[in-house]
């Protein structure tokens, strides 16, 4: 779309402006950040290790929610405005391990990791299928199975016994009815959700964004997680109404430091640390990156077609990873795998990541 939308922009003479949360890769690698503004002293970092732990029950791990947090949120509640508290863990606990033989609950179907949701069940954090909590430890027979890393329905609980009496509470998660496009009630709400829960920006005046685990956002197995967590944090800074009075509270373990360090100094730091590391590990923008999703039947041989071609790749167990600009000939190893006969038994999903 970008592409068609500057042809005609030429054709017609016209000036094309394009406009974003942040800039691409690729849009950064031009250093267009001279008139960009930075937070300043709206932007609060919070070491979580300082921060008080609340046991929720049924969960392990302790609820961390910091006093910088918890003073900005009354601040913003008793102005009149709405607060979010987010963390991109949906259900009440996000793991579930057992403390004698170290096993952790994973998906049959996929195999990713299993959490814990306000019904009880256990439910994928990819594929979303739903089994019930095992009552011992499928690999040794015990029973210390336990929840850990609570998610937002642990968070939910404690900013109940918080903040209940001073405003109107609502949880934004998949499991529940309440959407964050829902109008909330007149008196200041306090939201607790994932990161969809800043679309509430656009309708209401928030005057405080809590990030209750800043980090879990950057320490996803993807290449661009830091660029993602970045993004989310620097539009939770200016998306919506009157943002130049909204804090932003970062509980985390590195408070400031490393990818958070650009929120402070603005997104050239972040870019200029980003893409050094890119370029140093070959990734996009600086070559592409091709992610395969292979049926199961025809892994094997892709894997074998692959080593025999030269593409660096590797396999995570889950999907193939390859760093190439070998585009045609990669199209050529792969067209066998999408002919007709394998139309019953499926075809490789592909994936090609430039930014």
Known sequence: LRTVLAKRARLCGARLV???RMPSP???????FDDVKVPASRLVFVDAYLAREARVAGVE?????SEPLLRTTREALVAKKDVLWLLDRKGFAGEIACRECAYVACCDRCGSGMRLVRSGELACTFCGRRAPLPQTCPECGSFLLAAARPGLGAVYEEAKRLL???ASLRLCDDEEETSPDAPPEDRPTLTVGTRRALALCDVRNVGCVGWIDADAEAYRP???ARARAFSLLWESCWRGIDPDARKVVVQSRRPGRGWQEGAARGPRVFWERELRERKLLDLPPFLPLIELDAPHFAAQTLLRELERAGFPFWDDGKKIWIRTDRLNALHELLAPFFEIAHSRRGFPNVVVRLD
């Open 61 to 65: 791990d302790p609820v961390k929610i």
């Open 164 to 166: 209940s009496r001073r």
């Open 222 to 224: 993807d290449y661009d």
């Open 18 to 20: 394009l406009g974003g």
């Open 26 to 32: 690729r849009v950064a690698m031009r250093g267009c």
